[in-house]
């Protein structure tokens, strides 16, 4: 039995948890932050592209050699021991995430991120194909035609050449590049680097050129988790609503509210006027199509729009919406700090171009911390920051010392577990073992492999005469001395040194043993004691002799 049940539009205003995600057309900016970007952008990329095809010690300099199971990164040489380092440099990495958000927000994003360095280079060969903000919001806008095709075919072709150039130099750093180079035109790739230069081209073209902003906003962690390290004395991108409040268009001639007598606003004032702007946007501000998490609940009817002010009311924003035209995230920063912001500066250069334009001073956007834009003052150093400090110093010291102090031999003993033991023909009980030896240094080695037994020095075929050695220079330079390791004897109740490095092996009485002698002799009613020689003692033994004679205790073995 069917039956129609019918369905009512609940939502008519075309609000829609899942609308399709309009595309940012970022204008061009110029600026000391776009130059500084840009030089982040080549300096990076050039060590990427670059480090395959340095050479190291007649290798490549920077190799991960999965086959061989070793990592190559100039001078060092990680195996798979070393696998403590490699998750030491993941917590160091992580920390050193840490301690820069806390302390100057997320310009790593913003200048370092693979994603913005990728995103960055796309637009350029975008900008240069199809123009600039206008031209291409209009080239898409219109209809297929040939310069339409021409121009998106460009574009497309330069994305996927520097794509694949992309995956080919990824996997250069896990085969050798000249190698996987030479093997290029007669196409002898094996299936595995075929598939992962198509696979990481693939992913560069997807996240740089049709991605782009949503891996920041949709996919990356690292913008959802952010809020939890910063703090209102944390750097960020701020737009100072004192100063530019109440926003809106002026002809060129008012001065700034910093020369005018209407001077800064009351923080509780200007940020009313940012609430009512957010919630009312002017036409410019809705042509400029912001897309930032700032949303505002409720019936708009509730708050009252702005009123038309007069010019010598105005703050020094001038409503132009350039810095959201410039914003690689598409937000208007003007209604606070957003996690979309990367803090990449575009619209500081964008203002400041503004600004000079106008006449007025720069900082209107600016890198400052939410204290200092309220006006209250800005602490650098704080807990946090000590905290995170003292723990990354401390893991890159370990990291530091463990590598450089790493042992170049790694020898293993493996017992054969086939079987617990074996008899051999003549009786013997005998088990077998497998040593196994690894030279991780990068030259030839010999190894002599001997075998000691767990005799401490005892037993053992004489070499040559050692000589004497006084009672205080053992007890100066041997006992508790590096390498050397007291015994004692408990049959014949008499210490001895030995020293397994230097083979050395040193016999001699000290005020236990010599105790122990004394009540033997004064138990037995013996005549005396005789020893040899004075002269080897500084008057400590023989005053151990002297009480021990007269003692009625015997000192308890060791």
Known sequence: MSKRIPLDVVDDQGNSFYVSERKVYPRDVSGRFNRLRVAAVVWLLGMYYLFPWLSWDGRQAVLFDLPARKFYIFGLVFWPQDFLFLALLLIIA???????????????????????????????????????????MKLDAGPWNGEKVLRKGSKHLLWLLFALWTGFTFVGFFTPIKD???????FAWGGWETFWVLFYALATWGNAGVLREQVCKYMCPYARFQSAMFDRNTLLIAYDPMRGE??????????????????????????????RAGRHPSAATQAAHAKGTITWDGDLAEVAPLPKFAP???????????CVQVCPTGIDIRNGLQYECIACGACIDACDEVMD??????????????????????RVLRPRIFVYGLLLLGLCGAWAWGVTHRS??????????????????DGSIA?????????????????????????????????????????GEIVRSRLGAPGWER????????????????????????????AIKADYVRRNRLGGIMYWEHRLDDGQLLEVLHKALHARSVPAEP
């Open 357 to 378: 334009k106008m006449g007025y001073p720069h900082g209107l956007i600016r890198y400052s911390t939410q204290n200092a834009i309220d006006g209250k003052p800005t």
């Open 487 to 514: 015994h004692w004897d408990a049959q014949a109740q008499v210490p001895w040194l030995w020293n397994p490095a230097t083979r050395q092996l040193i016999t001699y009485d000290d005020p236990q043993s010599l």
């Open 246 to 275: 109440p926003r809106g268009p002026r002809k060129r001639g008012l001065g700034s509210v910093l020369e005018r007598a209407r001077g800064l606003l009351i923080p509780t004032v200007a940020y009313d006027y940012v609430f």
């Open 408 to 425: 170049e031999l790694i020898a293993e003993v493996l017992r054969d577990r086939n079987a617990l033991y074996r008899q051999s023909a």
């Open 431 to 471: 088990n077998d073992y497998t040593l196994k030896l690894i030279n991780k240094s990068q030259e030839t080695r010999r190894y002599r492999i001997t075998l000691e037994p767990a005799d401490a020095g005892l037993y053992r075929r004489f070499g040559s005469e050692g000589g004497f050695i006084d009672w």
């Open 94 to 136: 992580a920390m050193t995430l840490f301690f820069s958000t806390a302390l100057s927000g997320r310009l790593w994003c913003g200048y370092a991120c693979p994603q913005t360095v990728w995103t960055e280079t796309f637009l350029w060969m975008e900008r240069w194909t199809e123009g600039d903000r206008s031209r291409r």
């Open 180 to 186: 996987l180079g030479a093997r290029l035109l007669p």
């Open 312 to 322: 010598e009311e105005l703050g020094d924003c001038i409503d132009c919406t350039i």
